[in-house]
């Protein structure tokens, strides 16, 4: 059974790096795409950047100057780092799996988020 | 980006009783495999989002069948045919044509 834990601190200062973790267990996080995705208090998802095999990234362009996404093979985990954050950034932040689903008689796939993490509250603030 | 739109935003239920949440996006979401990348997803309160649909109609696994995902290019609908007590929840679309992938704005089902 797959699972995922996002960890990091609950509490980041205005201006400073936001560091998450999401620690995967029941999956070789080298096989497939991870995401990472937030949701503001009250309101909707924003997905905010994937990773594949730690040479591929792709990031929302409303957030790429400030974040950074990467894998650590070794502990078979990722990790998000956004900087300069604001209270804007306020949110439950996510880590999901994209699954990897083979189209029927084609070569081709979908890559759906098939497993997420609890997700974890994080408040910025002075 | 692709801008989602869903209706209703609010949709009280009876159990029992079919329900259905319509999602539009600001552009084809046909992909040039001629598959529509339009995902459902289900937040039950206090839990994070899970896969219903993808791929516009194909069930995710465990999914219940009274789950069905219709729709392409731009117009596409999640219907409940007999809803449950347990499938209180916002409901989003989400399009995985392009990046960003982005979201609806999500469809609260209550019963009523």
């Known amino acids: 059974q797959v699972q995922l834990q996002e960890s990091g601190p609950g509490l980041v200062r205005p201006s400073e790096t936001l560091s998450l973790t999401c620690a995967v267990s029941g999956a070789s996080i080298s096989t497939y795409y991870w995401s990472w995705i937030r949701q503001p208090p009250g309101k909707g998802l924003e997905w905010i950047a994937y990773?594949?095999?730690?040479?591929?990234?792709n990031y929302n362009p409303s957030l790429k100057s400030r974040v950074t996404i990467l894998m650590d093979t070794s502990k078979n985990q990722f990790s998000l780092k956004l900087n300069s954050v604001t209270a804007a950034d306020t949110a439950v932040y996510y880590c999901a799996r994209h699954f990897k689903y083979s189209i029927t008689g084609t070569t081709h796939f979908s890559y759906p988020m098939d497993v997420w993490g609890q997700g974890t509250t994080v408040t910025v603030s002075s | 980006d692709i801008v989602m739109t869903q209706s209703p935003l609010s949709l009280p239920v009876t159990p029992g009783e079919p329900a259905s949440i319509s999602c539009r996006s600001s552009?084809?979401?046909?992909?040039?495999?001629?598959?529509?990348?339009l995902e459902w997803y289900l937040q039950k309160p206090g839990q994070s989002p899970q896969l219903l649909i993808h791929l516009a109609s194909e069930r995710a696994s465990g999914v219940p069948d009274r789950f069905s995902g219709s729709g392409s290019g731009t117009d596409f609908t999640l219907k409940i045919s007999r809803v449950e007590a347990e499938d209180v929840g916002l409901y989003y679309c989400?399009?995985?044509?392009?990046?960003?992938?982005?979201f609806g704005q999500g469809t609260r089902v209550e019963i009523k």
């Open positions: 989400m399009q995985d044509v392009q990046t960003p992938r982005t």
């Open positions: 552009q084809s979401l046909v992909h040039s495999n001629g598959y529509n990348y």
């Open positions: 990773i594949y095999n730690s040479a591929t990234t």
